[in-house]
């Protein structure tokens, strides 16, 4: 691959994680030290653990439904056939991943989510720089991932409007593994076209 190929690839890898949409996930927040921080970001660089294979599988799952769309129009009974096989993948990812219990079961909080980082409400202020640990279940997937993360931003809401004590909390994910990132890419991209679809994107 030449170097203009590559760093071309490099872009459109950055452009779309760069792209946001309001969610609704499971989510809990860990405050880390420094050197806790260092010691996790050496193993996550190395570790491949099961719950980032399973989330493989998804992604790889997600990444052949265009096929398999146009695979309907030219062969439906193979097209049934493979759509079966998938669903019946994606209900054992799912029970697989049942317990994985670092992450809520049901959505917690209101965000604001993108390849590259996390933007929500939380209860108190945290510095700029302080690392987090946090837990974030995605849904209707209940895909389970666990990311470092770093905050960027911590902006205090209006007092007035009963906000005492909670701040906006906007956290970049520097050291996510790239199919935990490419996994966020899609659900993202799949919300997007949902939302399209009910006409809930505006302009």
Known sequence: MSAL???AEAAERNRRASFRINDRVGLRLRLLGESEYRA????ARTRHGRQ???NSIVAAGESQRGALRKLRDTDPALAGYLQGLEERLEALVRLLGEDDESAPDAPTHDVNLSGNGIRFRHPEALARGAHVELALRLFPSRTCL??????????ALDRARGNAGRCVL????PDIHPDDRELLIRHVHNLQLEHARRGLLRG
């Open 52 to 54: 980032q294979q399973l």
């Open 40 to 43: 996790q970001r050496g193993r």
């Open 146 to 155: 666990n990311l470092l993360g770093t905050v960027v931003r911590a902006s």
């Open 170 to 173: 906007a956290v970049d994910f």
């Open 5 to 7: 190929n590559a760093e």
